[in-house]
């Protein structure tokens, strides 16, 4: 499949550890954030979203931390599985018209 | 079976041509979004529809063009004049009726000029 991202940062993990994904959001104005999964050749898929009245929030296996202060957001995963290998990437609505701006992301590497 | 599907999956242009991705979404989301994709970087957002019959130019729409004449499509012209069109092209809907702003992603367009 394609690569979507040959030269970005990426995350080696050990299948079972929990992995931490970090970004740096630009806006301050910005008031809700997702992230999104993106396997080889796929579109992004939705994984979990934060609104900025909230400083954590937590699904399944996943839990999303908002640092206002600082404009940072991470993304935890628990017990990181092989289906979690893939790219994931932020993105920020700086207000009016539902537009979203994206981070570079960030490549998992999930190792058995 | 609800979604967003995008045709074709590849599509090879020779330079010069005119080349139309498609994007449907049964949905029945309001918002439409196309963006473009680049290795090693995030989306790059092309244009933008809230409503039927009116667009709006995203960030990067030079060299582009679409149409929304029915909600459930919002097809992407990339033209002749788009001096470097090779990325992945990716098509996303949103409700905007019930108040959030997810943006729900195709399976993408890979287009290689030749």
């Known amino acids: 499949g394609e690569s979507v991202g040959l030269h970005l940062p990426t995350l080696s993990v050990q299948e079972g550890d929990n992995s931490i994904i970090n970004c740096a959001y630009s806006?301050?104005?910005?008031?809700?954030f997702i992230w999104y999964k993106q396997e080889s050749g796929k579109g992004p898929q939705f994984i979990i979203d934060?609104?900025?009245?909230?400083d954590k929030r937590q699904g399944q296996r996943v839990t999303v931390l908002l640092n206002k202060t600082v404009k940072h957001l991470s993304l935890q995963i628990a017990a990181t599985q092989p289906g979690d290998s893939a790219v994931y990437f932020c993105?920020?609505?700086?207000?009016?018209?539902?537009?979203?701006?994206f981070g570079a992301g960030t490549r998992l590497a999930v190792h058995p | 079976d609800g979604g967003i599907t995008q045709s074709p999956k590849y599509l090879f242009r020779k330079e010069g041509q005119n080349v139309t991705l498609s994007c449907e979404q049964n949905?029945?989301?309001?918002?439409m979004y196309w963006y473009r994709q680049d290795p090693g970087q995030g989306l790059r957002l092309i244009y933008y529809?809230?409503?039927?019959?009116?667009?709006q130019k995203g960030d990067i729409a030079e060299g582009y063009s679409v149409s929304r004449e029915k909600k459930e499509s919002f097809p992407l012209t990339v033209t002749s004049a788009q001096k470097n069109p090779t990325a992945f092209y990716l098509c996303?809907?949103?409700?905007?009726?019930?108040?959030?702003?997810?943006?729900?992603f195709g399976p993408g367009t890979r287009l290689t000029v030749l």
């Open positions: 993105a920020e609505n700086t207000g009016g018209y539902n537009k979203l701006i």
């Open positions: 806006n301050s104005a910005s008031d809700y």
């Open positions: 934060i609104r900025s009245n909230m």
């Open positions: 949905l029945n989301h309001d918002a």
């Open positions: 529809s809230q409503i039927v019959n009116d667009f």
């Open positions: 996303a809907s949103a409700d905007l009726a019930i108040g959030t702003d997810t943006q729900y």
